[in-house]
């Protein structure tokens, strides 16, 4: 029985690449809306946004998982909240430190990584029955996923907003930029029109397996 | 048939452990954001210093160095050595020679989201804005974040009229944004469509920035002289 349940458990690379596909946080779960649509306006913002979260994920996710026996159930929130604010602190001072324009256009977005419900998510579902190692490899996965879908978004909002991709021209002066995809509206249309993709592609092998079946 | 049993009840949690998880976790995390806060310290702070004097240089066109003045017992300016510790402060621009190019003053206004916080140079000799760079803004991407990077509005600021009237303690002629296209007036801006109340703002900043200063600068005009040395 032992054996079986071994066999069947997750290896670590599982645990890193489901977030990348299987349960991406952004066309899957659909969780942290509020940092995709806010920051996702040009390829550069939603690159740092997407680091940054991972970085908080995967070092959170390590000290909830190292901390996970002292912490009794009442307080559990409230320690895993105070955990990943400090995290988020920490990458708030390490952006001012590399770059002040970043940090002017990532604005208020960078502290409210805080409150990304998939970051309290990971920590409740997954860093708080799991160890260490892979509990940040949980997050690394679910971060790398994060940042995936963002530059997905952050690269087509951009190249047809402003006409550029991280920053550099991409047309000529008679480009007329599609303004509405870098205002907060275009975040949505972007978003449906990624999930429509995402979704066609992830649900291909079961629409071509139906038929086969039905034979 | 049997009763259905109650699940044995669990063991309670002693206040002891709480306070220990919850004491433990706060101390060990503050600790963590303190160390973080100690090395970015001097690189953030670097950072601002060097993104300040890039805005300072590029709102004084053709000065080559730039020397802080503070605004001292409510009569003088005096080169300031350290922090402003706050004291009010201006930014005098000199060129290659040492000469006065101008003085970039800071101004804060409510735009249309949040604060905008911006600088502009100013020419005692000529009584005219010469330049304005947005230092913080948090305005609508897209539209009111135009006033950061619109060559045509930025452009008003190159030559803008802000001679003091007769009385000196007020503009002649109020700075105010007008639409697009209507610039009629040198002390008028030509704003941005879409931008309109981001551009008014931006107006408003420097009325209110310059009415306070202009004054100040004028009546202590010698202290920017030789690069502050009287």
């Not at chain 1, 009794?72 to 955990?83: D, N, S």
């Not at chain 1, 770059?99 to 860093?127: M, P, T, W, Y």
């Not at chain 2, 976790?25 to 160390?35: Q, Y």
């Not at chain 2, 930014?91 to 409510?110: K, P, Q, T």
């Amino acid at each position: 029985m032992n054996e079986a349940a071994e066999r069947d458990a997750p290896s670590p690379t599982d645990e890193f690449v489901k977030g990348l596909w299987r349960e991406n946080p952004v066309f899957v779960t659909v969780l942290g809306m509020c940092p995709t649509l806010a920051v996702s306006n040009t390829a550069r913002n939603a690159l740092a946004m997407g680091l940054a979260t991972t970085f908080v994920l995967a070092l959170s996710g390590a000290a909830i998982s190292a901390v996970r026996r002292f912490v009794p159930p009442q307080v559990r929130i409230a320690t895993y909240i105070v955990i990943i604010a400090s995290f988020v602190t920490a990458v708030e001072y390490a952006i001012q430190a590399l770059s002040l324009d970043l940090h002017k256009a990532l604005g208020a977005f960078i502290a409210l990584i805080v409150v990304n419900c998939q970051i309290l998510g990971r920590a409740e579902a997954f860093a708080s029955k799991n160890g260490v190692v892979v509990s940040m490899l949980d997050g690394l996965g679910t971060g790398a996923g994060f940042t995936l879908a963002l530059a997905c978004l952050g690269t087509v909002r951009e190249i047809l907003g402003s006409g550029t991709l991280f920053g550099v021209e991409l047309f000529g002066a008679g480009f007329q930029p599609w303004v509405l995809l870098v205002l907060p509206s275009g975040g949505f249309f972007t978003l449906a029109a990624w999930l429509i993709l995402f979704n066609y592609f992830k649900t291909r092998p079961a629409r071509r397996a139906e038929p086969e079946a039905a034979r | 048939m049997t009763a259905p049993v109650a699940p044995p009840p669990a063991s309670p949690t002693s206040a002891w452990s709480m306070y220990r998880a919850l004491v433990g976790t706060g101390a060990v995390c503050g600790l963590l954001i303190v160390t973080a806060y100690q090395i970015t310290l001097p690189r953030i702070e670097r950072n601002k210093a060097e993104a300040l004097e890039r805005a300072i240089l590029q709102v004084l066109p053709g000065a080559a160095t730039s020397r802080t003045f503070a605004w001292v017992d409510g009569q003088r300016f005096e080169p300031l050595a350290g922090p402003a510790r706050g004291l009010p402060v201006v930014h005098a621009g000199f060129d290659a020679a040492g000469a006065l190019v101008g003085v970039a003053i800071e101004g804060v206004g409510m735009g249309y989201q949040d604060s905008i916080r911006l600088l502009f140079g100013y020419a005692p000799a000529t009584e005219k804005v010469i330049g304005l760079q947005v230092l913080e803004s948090k305005e609508t991407p897209g539209l009111g974040d135009k006033i950061l990077v619109d060559p045509n509005f930025l452009a008003n600021f190159a030559q803008l009229d802000v001679a003091m009237a007769p009385s000196g303690d007020a503009l002649a002629n109020p700075v105010r944004a007008v639409k697009h296209g209507e610039k009629r007036e040198e002390w008028e801006v030509d704003g941005i469509t879409g931008a309109t109340i981001s551009s008014r703002a931006g107006a408003d900043i420097v009325t209110k920035s310059a009415t306070v200063w202009l004054p100040r600068i004028r009546a202590d005009l010698a202290a920017f002289s030789a690069g502050g040395d009287r």
